[in-house]
């Protein structure tokens, strides 16, 4: 399977559940939780999963309404040190579980959230 078959395979329901179950664990996490708009966690969800269809080959909804992602530069306010690139990992991997990911599709979005996650740690 590659990168682009991945909405195929999941679909938009695929990418709901995983989104759902990894931000339903935000609000009570100790480090991610303060850094999360409290007010608005539904928009939040929305766009981190309308940016995961948009990068797994599905409809580009995501730029269409936020334009380019530039993700380094949307993260810049928020401070993301080795603990908190760790934890939003911890919270994507039950995520992937609870969700019923299969495991060739894990395969590809693990490795990828982890270089992604590296990356926008800024402290
Ligand atoms: C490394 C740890 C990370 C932390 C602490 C973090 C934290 C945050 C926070 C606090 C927001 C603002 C919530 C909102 O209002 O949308 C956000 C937005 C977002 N994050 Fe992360 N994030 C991390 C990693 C990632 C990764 C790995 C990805 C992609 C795979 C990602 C994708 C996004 C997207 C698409 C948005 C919405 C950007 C926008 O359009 O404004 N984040 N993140």
């Known amino acids: 399977m590659t990168e682009s078959e991945i ?6 329901a695929g990418f709901d559940r ?13 480090i991610l939780g303060p850094m999360y708009p409290a007010d ?3 928009g939040a969800r929305e766009r981190l999963r309308d940016f995961l269809i948009q990068r797994f080959g599905g409809p580009t ?3 269409d309404t936020r334009g ?3 993700l380094r ?5 928020f401070p993301i040190d080795e603990a908190a690139v760790d934890r939003w990992l911890m919270l994507m991997k039950n995520a992937l579980t ?3 990911i299969a495991p060739e599709v894990r395969q590809i979005l693990w ?8 990356f926008m740690r800024n402290r």
């Open 7 to 12: 909405y195929n395979t999941i679909g938009e």
């Open 18 to 30: 995983l989104v759902s179950c990894f931000y339903a664990q935000v609000p009570g996490d100790a």
């Open 40 to 42: 608005d966690m539904e």
């Open 61 to 63: 909804r995501y730029s």
């Open 68 to 70: 380019h992602p530039r």
């Open 73 to 77: 530069m949307r993260h810049a306010p």
């Open 98 to 100: 609870e969700a019923q």
């Open 111 to 118: 490795p990828y959230f982890v270089q992604t996650a590296t």
